[in-house]
């Protein structure tokens, strides 16, 4: 199959503090890949021309340190100070933002909010819950994020809420769940192994 890559930057999230797990659920083995945050990587990396992973520390021995975005900040754990480091080093255009815990959301609906991007500074994800940090974010919303650290607010929320926003609603709530504890980690095995089976 000839892939065409998507144009706009991708950048995977993976400096949270995995405080529900119990360890960095990053670098956890998943499917045929060493760790969930080389699964992710190499999962997108066809589709897209420029990949980065944004992270707290170096963590990536697969990675080129091109491609690594280290957050400006150490001591705070929020994704406003990672879209922050992330827009710095991406200006003036759109970049899809993904999860490192959301191994599952397909290429299909990536398109799909990309596609649907161009009217709003925010365009993300909602099933029955909304997926704030899985859609395409415009780097022009830097100036408003760093006025929301000044003010010490963190919230992704107050960003969306505060911005141009636009929420696609798609139906499969599995495809975007977020593996966040020990139980939720062992069934994406089990859903990653039977989808491997089932092509191989």
Known sequence: MNIIPFEIPCVILSGGKSSRMGEDKSLLPFGSSNSLIEYQYKRLKPYFKNLYISSKIDKF???NPNDLILDENQEIYSPILALYSIFKKLPNQNIFIITVDSPFVSIDSIKTLIDNSNTSDITIAQTEKTHNLCGVFS?????????????????IFYLIRNSSSNIITFYDDKEFININKKEEYEESLSFIKKYYDSYN
């Open 139 to 155: 780097s022009n919303l830097i100036s408003k994020i760093e006025q929301m650290i000044n003010e010490d607010i963190h919230k």
């Open 61 to 63: 021995d697969f990675l």
